[in-house]
């Protein structure tokens, strides 16, 4: 009776602990980022090879393959030549020169003339290798619209839940729509797991935008209402997003070796057992309950219609648009320029989440110290620089510099700019946090809709480089109007001046009065 007695005691504190509900916050947001990465190297490649069942898109990469691969006359005769001129004699644009090309192989390489197989001789195989580049290439940049949509699904449905999550947690709370989303996004990594069709990992990927409005919406609101000082909700958001970074860290690497040594499914069962315990840690001590508060909160309309918080928000759409433009286009561009192998792809991201976890570890309390709104004007305004040195990169190595600083100054906005949102919610409406944490992952999510949208399109249209510069471009514009930030009117201030206003029409209004008299 007494351990029984103990043990409830222990429990009952835990379950009143901010410390655990932090742990609780940072767990979910780790687990669901972690989804988001891990189909970065994955998926390229998957729908590539879905495409080509007999001519994988690994055989491409990582050394010479174009001298000793055997080859049919069939999958080249198949293969249209590309709109782009070619360098080598002996192919042209033309049908009469990819037949003059057969004939050429076929006259030396298969003695008896049917073509069966063809073992391309070492005289010839820059042609052979340089035809199948050119396809590779257009292939490749076709898939990065493909690839680019299904990645932006996660991000626009998460756009469309978050109106909708934010002011249901006034009514019922934060603890069931936080558990709504662990099991949203345990169903969706399941369909990732056995998805064997772009409609399915689609739909996988669509899901899981439901499930991470609901937790980051929750978990956000939920460390705003247990941390009310301003320096404490700094640092508890820092180490929340530190969590968010950590899934960001291990997610491309991890789903990259997974891939590549045990196959597509391994790492998406691997996340599906995590997001069980943390289903389970939930359940046990965040005890899903809905709570009816009588609390007035603010509008949607009155918090959308506040220019700070507006300039908040916008800030986190400019700082993670460019990482979202290079998740679906990244690792295509290294495939066609490098040829990346899979490891590789994954490996890349590397550099970001790792100086993204210190960047939002380091500026949690450093932003509150030097100012929120300077941490991020300097942060954007690097984020622009890394992200113009991006393209100059000629092998993986190249990539390291500005990736880390990329991430770095990513964490600098976001860990400045999610406590700044509650701060603004504090001085200027009323102290509920749902709706503007819904409005902050908006605003994060528009960055993930329009940059993987775009991304293929303008890497067909203007090129990768230039889809970067314009992007950098973007983020120098925008960095000034953190000015705006730096001494926000307050609630108090902003009833002043409306009062002040009215009296000085009323005193004109008398004088005037006055003076026809």
Known sequence: MMAGGTWSSWLQRCRESRKLVLVIVAIALLLDNMLLTTVVPIIPEFLYDIKHPNNTLSQHLDGPHYTTRPMTIASIISTPIPPTKCTCPQINASNSGQLEFLQLVTSTSSPNGNGSIVNVPTTNATSLENLEKAQRHRELLEETVAVGIMF?????????????????????????????????????????????????????????????????????????????????????????????????????????????????????????????????????????????????????????????????????????MGIAMLEPSL???????????????????????????????????????????????????????CLMLIPLATNINHLIMPNAGLGFAIGMVDSSMMPELGYL???????????????????????????????????????????????????????????????????????????????SVRYVSYENDEEEQ
């Open 152 to 320: 932006a699904s996660k991000a626009f449905v998460q756009l469309l839940a978050n109106p909708i999550v934010g002011p249901l947690t006034h009514k019922i709370g934060y603890s069931v729509p936080m558990f709504a989303g662990f099991v949203i996004m345990f169903i969706s990594t399941l369909v990732f797991a056995f998805g064997r069709s772009y409609s399915v990992l689609f739909i996988a990927r669509a899901l899981q935008g439901i499930g991470s409005s609901c937790s980051t919406v929750s978990g956000m609101g939920m460390l705003a209402e247990r941390y009310q000082d301003d320096k404490e909700r700094g640092n508890a958001m820092g180490i929340a997003l530190g969590g968010l970074a950590l899934g960001v860290l291990i997610g491309p690497p991890f789903g990259g070796l997974m891939y590549e040594f045990v196959g597509k499914s391994a790492p998406f069962l691997a996340l599906s057992v995590l997001a069980l315990g943390d289903g389970l840690l939930q359940l046990l001590m965040l005890q899903p309950t809905v709570v009816y508060t009588e609390t007035a909160s603010p509008s949607l309309k009155a918090l959308i219609t506040d220019p700070y918080i507006i300039v908040a928000a916008g800030a986190i759409t400019f700082a993670n």
């Open 331 to 385: 690792p295509i561009w290294m495939m066609d320029t490098m040829g990346a192998s899979r490891w590789k792809q994954g490996a890349t991201f590397l550099p970001a989440s790792i100086s993204y976890l210190i960047g939002t570890n380091l500026f949690g309390p450093l932003g509150h110290r030097m100012g929120r709104w300077l941490a991020a004007l300097v942060g954007l305004i690097v984020i622009g620089f």
């Open 425 to 503: 919610v504090d001085i200027r409406h009323t102290a509920v946090y749902g709706s503007v944490y819904a409005i902050g992952d908006v605003a994060f999510c528009l960055g993930y809709v329009v940059g993987p949208a775009l991304s293929g399109t303008l890497v067909n249209t203007i090129g990768f480089e230039w889809m970067l510069f314009g992007t950098a471009m973007l983020c120098f514009l925008y960095a000034p109007l953190m000015y705006f930030l730096k001494a926000p009117p307050t609630k108090e201030e902003k009833k002043s001046l409306i009062i002040g206003e009215k009296s």
